[in-house]
């Protein structure tokens, strides 16, 4: 014993009649590595037992904490120590039997649930079985009831009849007639009928003993018996719904008057569909829809329908019509007259004007104190700017510096048309030019003020006066030649004449006597618009009346938004502004054209309904075919008219004009410009790619692509053109078209001669013998073969001879004889024309 108990092996079970229980320990493993350790004690095997019989009686486990098992009752010594059984199993030995018991174990629970519903199934049977004797016996008792009680009553009817026989049947007193009661009569009732329960239900008894309603259908289980309204079909919404209203109508009776009819004020515009109609009369579609039938119109509520229409369907409906066109809709800018009490003095705004190079900036610059024109490209000024100068008196003046390219006519004609006062600024050494001609023809259409800045007037080749009768010719007479226009002899890098400048100015302000209504939703001009990078749209505007706020909603041509910031000349946020001050707003809905009417209205849910009404007659306007005929047509088809697509993308609204104008006058009968889009901002990525699609060059005007833009350019190879000043832009344009045409070719007329006679040369050639009439013929050049002056041929001299030489030319009044290259067609008679083609440089 003492050398099984030293070897490591597993020990033998000892002999017994009874299987010990086991013991074994399961580890079991949690989250967060946590583990626990359960001792299990199984059976190794048990008896499973029929359904009906009694379970044989299963011996108390053994204890857990005993560290020996329980002695064999047969063996005189005490079992020897061993290990427990659980130590003796492998672990798939182990997980063999876990698996094992818990199968008998789920078993066991089946013929459980099994004998369970066998009761209860029995139990069923059995209380039905109850329930139909019951319903029987009251049948039984009802019948007998009833029986008993038609005895009854006909005894008394037999009874009664009896009484009444005897009584007439007995004969009274002649002389003494005393009146008898009359017998009780009864009227004789039907028998009543026993109530049965109907014939579906005889046949299939209720289960449970219950009424036709209280039936249940599927197997009876012990949740649904004590369940009795479990599985009964719940009331929908809208029979809850129909029973309420029924009970209202019930409690309210029936004399309840019917509720009246709301009369509506519906506005028609000239076409409406059916259905918005409808919504506006707080009616039904189909009632319209039918009404329309009526009056034999087939309708459906999608279609659009007229205003008169619609007038007959409002008041056929009983409501009233309020008829509105579309420009109703839109905001009219209107030249009301304020109250004069609230009228308020406001600076005055003025534009300066003249050529390029005459030195607009530099005296505004002068005027400003500070240095405007070294940041412009090429030194000369390519936007609209507005200032607004402090003068030494404390009064405030609005400038406006416009460009004097020929290219910025707009810009020139905008600031006119916005100004009070318009400074002409003109160089004393160059005189009048073509922009100052045009600056002072825009000056006269707007009917303002003009005063005469001589400029540069201390160069020494500078002549004022010169200047000052150059003006006589177009009608602009000085004080000094005792006219009514004020002229001042000013240096802007001298700083002379200044402030001789600013009195004029405030004097002719003060002859105008300008007010404007601070008080007041505020009406502005945009000046410019560009898209910013980092503001998104930014528009400058001129404050005509009224006061701008931070916050205001607004509509400005076909975009609308609302007052983000307000920026001043100086680059300073302020919260306001009032009537005739430059500020730039923020807030957009997108970049405006400049020149737009800039109005403040009352929410944004108006801003955007003015906006998009804009947007769709823009739209219309844009896309409507002009009108044609077949002439235009057929013109249109034979033309070899070159189009030359670009894209043009600048920094500002005002630049975008100019260069599509300028683009579209460098044209011609060859040759024309197509812009496929104009915008403001930085290159995107459509435009490279509708610029690849199309084959156009890009034109960056003070732009550059995105870098996402730039990746598409290098890899689609389209075209930039970077530029920086105009009149570059259209040198390069206009040499590019030129190179599309090609080189201009010219004909010069060198000879003609006369056909004379024709001769055969070789097996298929014919030769011209020619007496030259003008001029010379040389060979190799171009000739024109004529019949009664009709072309016959073009071709070239392959061969010249004279006699039977060879020859290069042949001079006039000598003969000589030609062959043609692919003609043969030659008479005696024709007229030869030979010339040669000059090529030269094309200029547009």
Same mark, same amino acid.
């Given at each position: ?319 009233? !019509? ?128 003009? !005063? ?52 004029? !100015? ?134 070899? /008219? ?27 009968? /060859? ?99 020619? /007496? ?24 070239? !001299? ?47």
């Amino acid at each position: 014993m003492s050398d099984s108990e030293d070897k490591p092996t597993r020990t033998r079970k000892p002999l017994g009649l009874k299987r010990p229980v086991d013991g074994a320990e399961v580890k079991q493993t949690f989250s967060h590595g946590r583990t626990n350790k359960v001792a299990v004690e199984v059976k190794r095997r048990r008896k499973l037992v029929k359904p009906g019989e009694e379970p044989a009686p299963t011996p108390a486990p053994a204890p857990e904490a005993a560290p020996e098992p329980a002695p064999v009752a047969e063996a005189p010594k005490p079992a020897p120590k061993k290990k427990p059984a659980a130590d003796a199993e492998t672990p798939q030995e182990r997980v063999a039997r876990l698996q094992r018991e818990a199968e008998e174990e789920r078993l066991r629970l089946a013929e459980d649930a099994n004998r369970r519903d066998e009761e209860r199934k029995k139990k069923a049977v059995k209380d039905e079985k109850q329930a139909q004797e019951d319903n029987k016996k009251a049948e039984a008792e009802a019948e007998a009831a009833a029986k008993k009680q038609a005895e009854e009553e006909a005894a008394q009817a037999a009874a009664a009849a009896q009484a009444e026989e005897s009584a007439a049947a007995a004969p009274a007193p002649a002389d003494k007639a005393t009146p008898t009661p009359a017998a009780r009569k009864f009227t004789p009732v039907a028998r009543p009928e026993p109530k049965r329960p109907p014939k579906k239900e005889e046949k299939r008894p209720a289960k449970g003993g219950g009424g036709g309603d209280k039936r249940r259908s599927g197997k009876l289980t012990v949740t649904k018996a004590l369940n009795e309204d479990e599985g009964r079909r719940a009331r929908s919404l809208a029979a809850l719904k129909r029973a309420r209203e029924k009970e209202r109508r019930e409690q309210g009776g029936g004399d309840r008057k019917p509720r009246e009819k709301q009369v509506r004020d519906v506005i028609v515009p000239e076409a409406i569909t059916v259905q918005e109609l409808a919504q506006r009369m707080a009616e039904k579609g189909a009632d319209l829809v039918k009404e329309l039938f009526n009056l034999g119109m087939m309708v459906t509520v999608n279609q659009t329908i007229d205003q008169d229409t619609a007038e007959l369907l409002v008041e056929q409906f009983g409501h009233n !019509i309020q008829r509105v066109s579309e420009d109703d809709v839109d905001i009219k800018i209107e030249e009301d007259k304020d109250p004069e009490e609230t009228l308020r003095p406001r600076p005055p705004v003025v534009t300066i004007m003249g050529h390029v190079d005459h030195g607009k900036t530099s005296l505004l610059d002068a005027l400003r104190g500070t240095n405007v024109t070294k940041g412009e490209a090429g030194g000369i000024t390519q936007h609209i700017g507005s200032y607004q100068v402090t003068t030494k008196d404390k009064a405030k003046i609005t400038f406006l510096d416009t460009p004097g390219h020929a290219a910025f006519t707009e810009m020139r004609q905008r600031g006119a048309n916005v100004t009070d006062i318009v400074v002409l600024v003109v160089a004393a050494d160059d005189g009048i030019m073509p922009q100052t001609i045009e600056a002072i023809n825009h000056t006269k259409a707007a009917g303002v003020p003009m !005063i005469v800045a001589i400029n540069k007037i201390d160069k020494p080749e500078g002549n004022a006066q010169k200047v000052r009768e150059r003006l006589l010719e177009h009608e602009v007479i000085v004080e000094a030649l005792s006219g009514e226009v004020q002229d001042v002899e000013v240096s802007a890098t001298k700083g002379t004449g200044l402030d001789e400048l600013l009195e004029k !100015i405030a004097l002719q302000a003060e002859l105008l006597e300008l007010k404007a209504r601070p008080d007041r939703d505020a009406e502005a001009t945009v000046i410019e618009a560009q898209l910013d990078k980092g503001r998104g749209p930014v528009a400058s505007v001129l404050i005509t009346r009224g006061t701008l706020k931070r916050g205001d909603t607004f509509v400005v041509g076909t975009e609308s938004g609302k007052v983000r910031a307000i920026v001043n000349d100086q680059g300073k946020q302020i919260k306001e502004a009032g009537p005739s001050m430059p500020v730039e707003v923020l807030g957009l809905g997108g970049v405006p054209s400049a020149g737009d009417q800039l109005a403040v209205v009352e929410n944004e849910q108006r801003a955007r309904e003015v906006a998009q009404f804009r947007q769709e007659k823009a739209t219309a306007k844009r896309t409507a075919l002009a009108p044609t005929n077949f002439d235009t047509m057929f013109n249109s088809m034979k033309s070899d /008219l070159v189009e030359f697509p670009v894209l043009v993308k600048a920094d500002v609204q005002g630049s975008v004009e100019a260069i599509t104008t300028a683009l579209h006058n460098l044209g011609n009968d /060859l040759i024309k410009v197509r812009v496929l889009h104009a915008g403001v901002g930085a290159i995107t990525e459509s435009d490279v790619t509708l610029a690849s699609a199309s084959g156009a060059p890009i034109i960056g005007f003070n732009v550059r692509p995105n870098p996402k833009a730039r990746e598409l350019v290098k890899r689609d190879g389209v075209e930039m053109k970077y530029f920086d000043v105009i009149y570059h832009l259209t040198d390069e344009i206009a040499k590019e078209m030129a190179g599309e045409l090609g080189p201009e070719k010219i004909e010069n007329v060198m000879g003609r001669a006369e056909v004379k006679d024709v001769f055969k040369s070789g097996k298929k050639d014919k030769a011209a013998g020619l /007496l030259v009439t003008e001029g010379v013929i040389r060979k190799g050049l171009h000739a024109r073969l004529t019949r009664d002056d009709v072309i016959v041929s073009a071709t070239t !001299i392959a061969s010249l001879r004279r006699f039977k030489d060879d020859v290069d030319e042949v001079r006039t009044g000598l003969e000589c004889g030609v062959v043609l290259e692919d003609t043969n067609d030659i008479k005696a008679g024709d007229m030869l024309e030979v010339f040669e083609i000059e090529e030269r440089e094309r200029v547009l």
